[in-house]
Structure formats: structure tokens, C-alpha cells
DNA sequence: CATGAATGAGAGTTCATTCAT
DNA sequence: AATGAATGAACTCTCATTCAT
């Protein structure tokens, strides 16, 4: 009996894990039942019955992808030493997730592209989060006078907006390094280097008066 | 001079516009040459006619957006005057064009999304002449000793990236501000306002030794 | 046992089975996929699913028919008693067969006029067989000093070609007839007799030493 | 003026060659308009304009290569001397001119195998002249007590169905020899060796009384 | 006579989804 | 829970044909 329940329970993981890696590479449109099934080496109806159907697929993908993202940071966080040392984790974190899962900024930004066509209201809740972890970060900073002339959304989508296509665009980058050598495309910046560039940056930008 | 009834030229700019429009909106996948046939009152098979086939049409409208964007740039930007001047001048003019044609950072974000997935050869050449005006202008200014600590690619995101992002999520961003008034999502921001903010926030930024 | 409403082995035959009264009417890009389907009563995603494509579906028909009149020949024919009775067998069934199923006169005529430009791998092995089968009779004969002067390929398409043109114009034998009674188009020659003269004929023909 | 006039006989023309070539080596359905036009280097309006429409065109194919064939056999025929040599006369030109024009075997196949559905009553004139030819040679090789048991149509399709199969055939068996040297397909022999042979062949099998 | 622009009616193929077992 | 068979609605693309110039 518990094997019934945990095999059900595997099934929809590699559904998840298999739909999660496809829709990434392919965008939502681009990626078929039939495909997915075939990866995960499952029926394609079985999809069907787990999830209803393919927008509930891919709803479940993405609350499964942000869920994991927001627990990492605030697991990763430890939370409240310092603003400044919140930001870094923030930052260092979220940098180092997307890298290791690289479907995730392939993900978030195809959404936000899209306005979040596919799904509105979970999408609202679970970027929301995301957004207001960093938010409660900025504000803290600013109530101790350590940051000044802050507009939370813009900083947050100068941090993750970044972070996510510096992600995306890695191999793009890696190519056109190949291409032409006179562009600095940072294609061998290691995820490092790059969050703790964005941190020293970001930093200083925050705390300037201006 | 007589309006005629067959004018190819025209025919053409109606496909392309409409294309673009629909792109952006939807999405190379989910957009359909019977949609855009039927936005531009043209028979569909005219699209195949002029542009070969759908994947022809979406590269078209690509190169129009990107060139006419890069364009709009160097016109606007009275070039050479002082690097500080001419990063304003970048910044304010690529957030103002975004603004009026917000279907660009829709179409931009989602090609960087798939990593040139639909038009690998083009997309380069486009992307990197945007690129490669930033980067200039940042290497001048380090020249000049004005700037420090330049990473060329992650400031062009940090700018473009955050510019494209707060386009895009304005009807999102909107939404959540109804929804929730406790969050500032910067909904009523207006685009001049953010590119200052943008420009500000970044010169301090290079400005700095670290 | 119990009659199904889902027989896989049932719906492909009926799908090769009417494909191929098309595919000899109309020939290979007159006849749809539409049309196919109707035949069958069968939905025309079916005909993609078991056959990957039309041409798929054309090779699946052709490997049947020609398949099926090999075997009816090693079937019918007692043999090897002599070459004579062979070669009678030999015409016999093949024309007995064509009569029966038009159709295959047809298709063979037009795939040899493409030279085969559907399905070159397959036909050639298939079409081999059965050229195959007339050669070793004529070979024996030869050996045994009953005929000579032998020209197998030229003898083959004599006796095949001959019987399938004489199946494929019947329609249009017998409209000639009505319109012109002077012309005498062997329109009325029932099977039995034309493959009996035919056999007549061309046992003569090899058994004269010139 | 008569520049005129000519261009337009040598644009028709044009037209009919390219057709005939496209026809006889794809099909009717296969051969584009398209394709046509810009084989002849003519605007595709022109092929409706001078013959209507496709089937108007290949009709008028159709009749230029069976009138063509019909005049080059009495015209090389010094005919009447004596059945025999008509006889031989005939099957030598007819094997001729197809080498030398090998899209007429194919046409004419590929028309009898569709027992004439393009084109019925034109067909039917064109084939029956052709037809009529040999009929009257074997009728006076009766009439003289050279020939016995003669079916004409049987005999016709002998020797013009075997020898177009010969002609359409060839790459084909060039092909199959060059896979399988055992087998025996006349792939070298030349078309003067092939008629003589029909012709001997032939001979002796209308001379015979049975 | 000649052309390029335009069209409508399909054709083949795909795919999310459902049904029967 | 799981599968293969089946479907209907679309989608891209093609092509004979016509129209305006």
C-alpha cells in the first residue's frame, strides 16, 4: 500500500521535474504532452491525470520552481543579522540557485515577459514573496539610516532581472565570445564573481544619499 | 502617387507592424499567421509570399525592431560630448523608446529568454550593435578616469534588463498595486521618472573606486 | 474475441486497405489524407499515428500489395515440375490476381514510371522478388534446352507489363469500343483467355532458337 | 509585327517543352506552375495565359508529344513494302524516339495507368492513331497469310508497353545492377539491341500458327 | 504581351485531450 | 494507476488561379 502511494508520488515528481527542464529549454508553447511523457518514460495521459491539463502542468511546475527559490532564500538567509548582510545573502543566494537550476531564470523571465499571461493570480503570489523578501531587506536598511532614495521594485529587478539573464544568456554569450574576441562578454564569469560584483555594486548605490 | 491597390511596400509594413504587435503580445508560438493575416486584412498566404515562412517573418520583424531601436540612439544621443552625457543620453532614450513600443521589451526579453533559440545568426549581430554602444561609452568614460570597476555585460543588463523588465510588468505591477496597496510595486512610476532614477542610480555606481 | 471497439490490428488494416484503392485511382498526390480517413471511417490523425506520414502510409501499402502477390504466386504454383508449367502458373496467377485487384496493376505501372521516385529502397526489394521469381523459371528452362535465346528483363516486362496494361486500360478498352466499332480493342477478352495467349504466345517465343 | 508573333510561338513553346520535361519526370500533380514558369524563365500568368489552365497544358502536352511520335513513325515508315518490314520499321522508330525523348514513355505510362482520367477524349484520338498503325500492318500481314492468331491489342501492348517499361526503367535496373550484379536486368543493353530483340521476338511469335 | 500582387481553398501534420480497457 | 487508441481542432504552408497595372 505505501508503495502504491509512493510511486504516485514519484510519477508526478519526474512529471514535474522532466515538464520543468522542457519548459524551460523550449517555452511553454514549444513543449508537447508527448514529449514530456517520452522524458519521464511515463504514459502521456498519465499528465493528464495528475495535473487536468497542460496550463495546470505548468502552473504546478512554476509554484514547485518559486516555492523552492523563496525556501532557499529564507533558508539559506540567516535572516536579520544585518541589512547589509541580508542583501549580500539575498543576492549571493538567489545567484547561486539560478545557476545550479538554470530552467529557473529561463522560467521567470519567459512569465514576466508575458505578464504573467499563463497564470496570473498564483504567479502574483508566489513572485510576490520573492519581492517581499528583498523589500523587507531595503526597508530595514532604510529605517537604520543605511540606505538611502530607494525604489524597491526597480532595485529588485536590477538584482534579479540581472542575475536572471546573466543566467539565461550564458551560452549565447559563450558563442559570441567565440565569434569575435574584441567584446567583453563576460562569457567566463564564473555565478561568483558575478553576484559579489552586483553586491559590491548594489551596495554602493544604496548607500549613496543621491 | 495615386494610392494604388496593390502597393507591395505597404503590404509589407502592414505585415510587420501587425506581426510585431502580435509577437510581443503572445509569443512566437502562440501568435498564428491566421491571426496576423486577419490584423492586417491580408490574405495569409502573403506572409508566406513576402517572407518565406513564419520563422522568415518573426526574424523580419526582428531586425526592423532592433535596428530601429538602435537607430533612435544614435540619432538621439548627441554622441561624444562626455561619457557621463552620453550614458544619460542611452538610458533616457532606450527607456523612452521601450515606453512608446513597449511590444520591444516584450520581444527582446523573450529572445534572451530562449537564448536566441529563433534566430541565432541575426539575433547576434542586432543585440551586439546595442551592446556594443554601451560598451563604449564605457570604456571612455574609463578612459577618461570617470568610471571604475567596469563589467561591461553586467552593466548593460543591469540597465537594459531593468529598463525591459518594468516595461513589461507595468499592466502586472498594476494589477498587484490593486490588489495589495501594502507593497510599493512602483505601479504609477512614470518612464521618465524610472530612467532618471536608473541613470542616477548608476552613475554613482561607476563612479565609485570599488 | 469479443468484437472491440478499440482493435488496433483492425483499424491498420482498414486504413492500408482503402489507402490503396486510392492511392491506384488517383495516384499518390491526387489522393488525401481526408480522404483516406472518410474511407475508413477512421479519424486522419489514425493515419499519422500508424504511419508517421503519407508517404509512410504509401510505402505500408505498396510493401502489402506486393508482398501479397509474391506469396500468392509461390503459392499457386506447383513448383518446378517443368519450366513450362512454371511459366503457365507463373502468368496465370499473375494475371489472374491483377483481375481480382485492379488496383495492383495500377500501382505497379506507376511507381515504375517514376522509377520509382516514392519509395526507392523498398520497391526495388519487393519488385526484385517477383522479377526474381520468372528469372530461375527461365534459367531452367534454358538449362534444360527448352528455351533459348534468352532475354529475362525484356521477357519480364513482356508478360508483367503487358497483363497490367491490359488491366489498367480496360475501363478505357471498353469505352473506346462503344465509340468506334471498326477498332478492335480486345474489349471483351475475359482474363483467362488473354493470360492463356499471352502464354501461348511467348512459350513460342522462347522456344524458337532464334 | 512578326517579331511579335514569333515571340509568342517561341514562349508557347518554350512553355510546352519545360511542361513536358517537368511533367514526364514528377507527375501531373507534382509539377508546380511555379516550377514551370521559372523553369522556362516566363511569368507563371503566361502558362494560363496562352493554355487556360494546368490540365489545358498538359492536355496540349499530351497532344505535341503523341502527335510527335504519331508523325515520326509514318514519316520514317517507308510504308507498304511488306508487313514485315512495317512491322520491324515500326518497333525500331517507336524504341528510337522514346530513347531519344524518354519523358514520352513516361507520359504515355503514366496516362495509361490512370486509364486516361486527365485527358479522355483527346487521348483516346492521340493513342488510337498510334494504335491504328500497327493494327493495319498486322491486319495486311493476316490478310497476306504471314501472321496467325492475332489479337492486336495484346500484341500492341507487347511491344510499346515493353519497350516504355524498358525506357522508364532505366535508372532503375541501373541502379539494381549496380546493388546486385547476380541478377541479369539489361541494364547495359541498348535500345538497338532491346528493339531488334522485340522485333525478332515478336516475328517469330506472329508468324507461328498456334 | 507580360508581370507581380493577391487570393481561397485545401493539404499534410501536430497536439492537447479523452476514452476504453 | 496506467496504457494505447482515438479524436477534433488548429496550424503552417502550398498552389492553381485571378487581378491590376
Redesign the interface.
Given at each position: 500500500m505505501a508503495k502504491q502511494t509512493r510511486d504516485a508520488e514519484a510519477t508526478k515528481a519526474k512529471i514535474i521535474q522532466n515538464a520543468m527542464l522542457l519548459f524551460a529549454k523550449?517555452?511553454?508553447?514549444?513543449t508537447t504532452a508527448d514529449e514530456i511523457a517520452q522524458a519521464c518514460g511515463v504514459n502521456k495521459a498519465m499528465l493528464f491525470y495528475y495535473y487536468k491539463n497542460k496550463a495546470g502542468l505548468y502552473a504546478a511546475v512554476m509554484t514547485h520552481v518559486l516555492d523552492a527559490i523563496h525556501e532557499e532564500i529564507i533558508t539559506k538567509d540567516k535572516c536579520c543579522v544585518s541589512p547589509i548582510a541580508d542583501l549580500e545573502a539575498f543576492i549571493k543566494t538567489y545567484a547561486a540557485y539560478c545557476d545550479n537550476n538554470p530552467y529557473v531564470?529561463?522560467l521567470i523571465?519567459?512569465e514576466?515577459?508575458?505578464?504573467?499571461?499563463h497564470l496570473?493570480e498564483m504567479m502574483?503570489a508566489s513572485l510576490?514573496k520573492l519581492?517581499?523578501l528583498l523589500?523587507e531587506i531595503l526597508r530595514e536598511g532604510e529605517k537604520q539610516g543605511l540606505f538611502h532614495n530607494i525604489?524597491?521594485?526597480?532595485i529588485h529587478?536590477?538584482i534579479v532581472?540581472?542575475i536572471?539573464?546573466?543566467v539565461?544568456?550564458?551560452?549565447?554569450?559563450k558563442?559570441?565570445a567565440e565569434?569575435?574576441t574584441e567584446?567583453?562578454?563576460?562569457s567566463d564569469?564564473d555565478i561568483d564573481e558575478?553576484s559579489h560584483?552586483?553586491f559590491?555594486?548594489?551596495k554602493?548605490?544604496l548607500e549613496?544619499k543621491?
Open positions: 523550449n517555452g511553454y508553447d514549444a531564470s529561463s523571465l519567459r514576466l515577459s508575458d505578464s504573467g499571461a496570473p502574483f510576490r519581492f517581499g523589500s525604489e524597491p521594485m526597480i529587478f536590477m532581472g540581472t536572471n539573464l546573466l539565461t544568456t550564458k551560452p549565447m554569450r558563442k559570441a565569434l569575435e567584446l567583453n562578454t563576460c564569469c558575478i560584483y552586483i559590491t555594486k548594489v554602493l548605490m549613496m543621491q
